[in-house]
């Protein structure tokens, strides 16, 4: 079985300020974990993914995310929020053990002020 | 590269028709899954195919029906249309291995009156 829960429905930063989304996840098996993000009226794009390489993936536009197992986290960062960066961002996790299925946590709306 | 390609990218329907909500894509996948996005509820997983004659139900399957009859395609049937269906759907692929991501169409508003 595997869940995931996106901690916050809605996060608002200003530009220039860190972004923090936070995901936690639960697994029977070692999972994979993604980020996606959706911008209005978009389809969802791959930000990174995680896959039991190194525990601090880096992906597209300067996002960043660590996995760490012990508190079955999987937090996405950015050092500076830009304007471009509002969208929804979603986390989710595949377990693996023989089923294609994903879960999808309920996303979080990241707002930017200028 | 198209990639996944969905059609109609919006459509209003009346309570009780019906409709195929079309996906196809060319990266010769083997996995296709058909999603449902309600505000605050994420992404729920409709059906599911991992080759083509082989389909599987997910979350929330009622009111849909799907076939797999080649790789490239996986439409979306909904039979009798209820105002629950308003939603926005995506179709998204993947290689069979389920550690690669999910490529995602561009999805289809719907909206049932």
């Known amino acids: 079985a595997q869940s995931v829960t996106q901690l916050d429905s809605h996060v608002s930063v200003s530009e220039g300020t860190p972004v923090l989304l936070r995901c936690n996840y639960s697994s029977s098996y070692s999972p994979s974990l993604f980020w996606y993000v959706q911008h209005p009226n978009k389809g969802l794009q791959l930000l990174l993914k995680y896959t039991s390489a190194a525990t601090l993936v880096k992906g597209i536009n300067g996002f960043e995310a660590e996995f760490k197992k012990s508190e079955t986290s999987f937090h996405l960062m950015k050092p500076s929020a830009h304007m471009s960066d509002a969208a929804e961002y979603f986390c989710?996790?595949?377990?693996?053990?023989?089923?294609?299925?994903?879960?999808f946590g309920k996303g979080t709306k990241l707002s930017v002020i200028p | 590269n198209a990639g996944v390609t969905q059609t109609p990218k919006f459509q209003v329907l009346k309570t009780g028709q019906s409709m195929t909500l079309q996906c196809a894509q060319d990266m010769n996948h083997e996995y296709m899954s058909w999603y449902r996005q309600d505000p605050g509820m994420g992404l729920r997983l409709i059906h599911y195919s991992v080759g083509a004659g082989i389909t599987d139900q997910g979350e929330v399957p009622n009111g849909y029906n799907v076939s797999r009859s080649t790789t490239e395609d996986f439409p979306l049937r909904l039979l009798s249309a209820a105002p629950s269906q308003t939603s926005v759907y995506f179709c998204a692929s993947m290689p069979a291995a389920g550690y690669s991501p999910l490529h995602f169409g561009n999805g289809t508003r719907l909206t049932v009156t």
């Open positions: 989710v996790v595949y377990s693996g053990a023989g089923s294609y299925q994903l879960t």
